[in-house]
């Protein structure tokens, strides 16, 4: 398992997330937002009338991803939407530092996202020498891919290892 403290820091350094809502209809909406991890929680603001806003309203449950994909933590959660100004407040010191920015004004919609599962990827090249059948002899947690890449015009291969891993989360 990755440790909880890799996810928190991933989730703190993080500058992109993506968020994953789901439309009336079914469909899921994915954008890039800012946002911040703060007291064992996703924090992040938006306008009230985008797309997003408009879905959490009618279904609060989304995911929540950092922005490095082969060091990925992504979060399954209901966002809660905040409607004390003094939270706002509490959150803006964080947001000056890392955006340089206090995240708006207030009249926006701000939700807090408390993890109910997280997930952690992590993706480390293996030796050269390794091959596919050496690979699933080793007693590594989970084998997920196995790729083909095109590298100075010739294709080579190139064993790489993702270890998606559960993390617990501590509340």
Known sequence: MLPWKWAVKTLTESREYWIVTVRPDGRP???IIWGLWFDGAFWFGTGSKTQKARNLAKNPNCIVGTQNAAEAVILEGVAELMTDPAIGRKLEPTSLSKYGMSGGDGSGPLYRVRPSRVFGLYRKELPEDCDALDIRSRS?????LLETVQ???A??????MLAPALLESRR
Do not use: L, T
Not at 140 to 144: G, N, P, T
Not at 155 to 160: C, L, P, S
């Open 151 to 153: 590298g100075n015009g």
């Open 155 to 160: 294709n080579k291969r190139q064993h790489r």
């Open 29 to 31: 909406h994915a954008m």
């Open 140 to 144: 590594v947690s989970v084998i997920d």
